[in-house]
């Protein structure tokens, strides 16, 4: 154990003598044979590797949850999600292996209902930057799939965008205008094409000056498109739109944290069907969206709201 009262890190020595550091600046308390330590994780949902794996320091830790870790005020589906921050502690035995032993309260989570499972749903925790990404067609241009995620980005104080794919297949007038609107009230749009690689490069630097971000869209957006378009070497498999939109086939129902290779942190969620804002209630709904500021009587009953800005508490 190197450190003094505080520990930096713990080296182990498994039994075939092969021995690994692990950088630590936290450490909690002994349990046995098993360390509550730090450093914090951070994690995505990876359903094919189940159970879970928080990547810290490009180490993958298989981490089984510790039952309180679960037990929260109101019921949700899923009391972790990608994106959380943990302290895991590692199976001295096989330091592959660990337990998530407590959730750091999060400064951002984007939540929708989930009418399935009738519970709040988090698809990302922690993020900066919400992408909902949506095309010009194939599948349909969804504005009000859109309108709600955007919705949900403000609600979770995260800054919602929108990413407009496929664009190399034409975009109609009504398009044309739905997107004008958008840009009128201050919402950034980045049109882009994985098949000519327009606007790429731009979203790519955007990303790149913001934190962890995360891409909600319907299944056969191009999300995984777009993910490889920003780094090769992620190779996420792009399916054609008819098998994606075949639940049999497209399975894949958690969030999964992605790292390119220059080191940016991406959320990539499943296609979902629909998006059911959660958190709000529907005579708050106004004051989320400006655009219904400018035709409301919001102003007039003296609400304290900057008609210029795109956040208007
Ligand atoms: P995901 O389900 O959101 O991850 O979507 P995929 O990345 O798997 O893409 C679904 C389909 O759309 C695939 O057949 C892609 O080749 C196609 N696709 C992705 N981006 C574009 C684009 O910019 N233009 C066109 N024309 N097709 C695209």
Known sequence: IEGEDKIKSITIKNENGKSEKIETDYILGFFGLIMKLGPIAEWGLNLEKNPLAPCSDSRLIECRIKGKVLSEKDRSYNPIAPGDRVFISIDLQSPDKGWILEKKKRYSAVRRWNRKRQAIQTMAANIELLLAVTTVKSPPFRPRF??????????????????????DLGKNDQIVKRINYYRKINYRIFECSTVTGEGLENLSQNLRNKGMSVLIGQSGVGKSSILNSLDKSLNRSVGDISSKHDRGVHTTRFGEMI???SGQLIIDTPGIREFQVTDIEPHELRLWY????????????????????????
């Open 146 to 167: 859109i309108d709600r995620v955007l919705l949900a980005g403000e609600l979770s104080g995260v800054e919602p965008v929108i990413i407009l794919n496929k664009v």
């Open 259 to 261: 790292q390119t290779t």
């Open 290 to 313: 400006s655009c219904l500021l400018y035709t409301s009587d919001a102003a007039d009953e003296g609400l304290g709201v900057d008609l210029g800005g795109r956040r208007i508490i």
